[in-house]
């Protein structure tokens, strides 16, 4: 038996597929929706893929099942608790599937939702009784353990959940033999939980040591602490999970219907009956110029998570790239469910060759700048700006640009009003990725006197400690 791991980095997601030499049979766990490497490394192996397995229904993307059943023939397993649309194989606690030397056995972990499953492998040629590793899913992280309160499962309440997480903590999990190898489905950065460690792969003892979550406390100090300051969750996450368990279209064949050029003239047509402008180039060459009305998400960042952010999935999205660029764009939406790409601006910005007044540039500001603007020290500049703060509520409180406003990101479309109606506004974020989505987002919505803070508020606070103090 082998274990290999893929982690997915802009989703923070780890899925895998485990073969048996003797068999020449490979099983797929939580995979993501293209599937190109599962097939690539099975065929080059010599494997067939015969199992695809969901530890649940995934909230933050859209899980590879459908496209591994109809591309590899593979029969799909799932928790005993699932209900979905599609044929499935329904597992309960000690149910297992066996190849070759392979033993891969379920045990019910529900917590972060109702169906949620663990999956125990063992290597049979070493041992029939010790586990060489178990899959968490969401359940147990490194680090953390599955938060109970997304919502995802329509019925059942985060204390609900969070009472069935601590039995699957603490009656299964951590009995365990501490050796064995833990495999969850996402690592840090993923808004499934709140602490989750760089390390994408630990052991159980080394969990019973380090892991806040597993420590030895009542299940009412248990539940309080898991469920306490988790990050917001996106929007999209109650649509993925609910398209999980659907009988869905194809990866592959929803990007054959959206990956088509499209002329200047038909975007603005779309645009015109409520379709959405995603600029996925990189924020400095869409502030240098941009179609006026689209929102930045560069590719170089979280893009698939900040774009079911800010995006949605009910209204056609004409996508902006660097010309080549346009079907990693559009595959990494069909990653969380977004198949409602409508097309791509043929040509680029090029397009706007010929139509210069529909382009519009954004201003940029470095943070020394800044500070002499709002100390007073550049009259030449006009009013005092605004200073706009689109990071967390948390990040805010840790440390901020005095007399700055806080909206995160995520509500910036909901509390415009409470932006002051002129003057200039300077949006800074951590780094300088969200901010520019943040500057594009109040240019649509037709602010003109927007800046952004080159660097963001790391660039703030290196400059601020940096200056000397005046006499």
Known sequence: MKIQQYYLACLSHASYMVTDEKTKTAAVIDPQR????????????????KYVFLTHFHADFISGHIELRDQAGAAIHLGSRAQAEFECVQMKD????????????????PGHTPEGISILAYDLAASGTEPVAVFTGDTLFIGDVGRPDLLAS????????????????????????????????????????????KETVSTIGEQKKF??????????????????????????????????????????????????????????????TGGQLLDVRDAIDFEGEHLRGAINIPLSGKYATWA?????????????????GEEEAVMRLGRIGFDNVAGYLAGGMRALEKRPELAEGTERITAPALAEWLAGDRP?????????????????????????INI?????????????????LVV????????????????????????????????????????PAKA
């Not at 003109?448 to 660039?459: E, N, Q, T």
Request: net charge negative; glycine share 8%.
């Open 380 to 404: 030449d500049a006009g009013a005092k700006p605004t200073v706009l703060d689109v990071r967390s509520e948390a990040e805010y409180a840790a440390g901020h640009v005095p007399g700055s």
């Open 94 to 109: 000690g149910d297992a599937v066996v190849f070759g030397d392979t033993k891969l056995a379920v045990l019910e972990t």
């Open 211 to 272: 892991n806040y979550a597993l420590q030895p406390m009542s299940r009412e100090a248990f539940k309080s602490i898991v469920t306490a300051d988790q990050p917001e969750a996106p929007d999209y996450f109650v649509h993925d999970a609910i398209l999980n368990r659907k009988e869905r279209t194809a990866l592959h064949d929803t990007l054959e219907q959206s990956l088509k050029p499209l002329p200047i003239e038909e975007v603005l047509a779309v645009v015109a």
């Open 308 to 324: 079911g952010s800010m995006l949605t999935h009910s209204e056609p999205i004409i996508v902006i790239a660097e010309e080549g």
């Open 408 to 424: 995160p990101l995520p509500r910036l479309d909901e509390r415009f009003a409470e932006l002051p109606a002129a003057g200039p």
């Open 154 to 197: 329509i019925g059942v309440t985060a204390d609900e959940l969070a009472d069935m997480l601590y039995d699957s903590i603490t009656n299964k999990l951590v009995k365990l033999p501490d050796a064995t190898l833990v495999y969850p489905a996402h690592g840090a950065g993923s808004l499934c939980g709140k602490a989750l460690s």
């Open 428 to 467: 800074h974020c951590e780094g300088g990725y969200r901010s520019a989505i943040g500057v594009s987002l109040l240019q649509k919505l037709g602010r003109r006197d927007v800046f952004d803070l080159v660097g963001g508020y790391k660039a703030w606070h290196a400059t601020h400690a940096a200056m």
């Open 34 to 49: 293209d599937i190109d490497q599962y097939l690539a490394d099975a065929k080059a192996g010599g494997f067939t893929i």
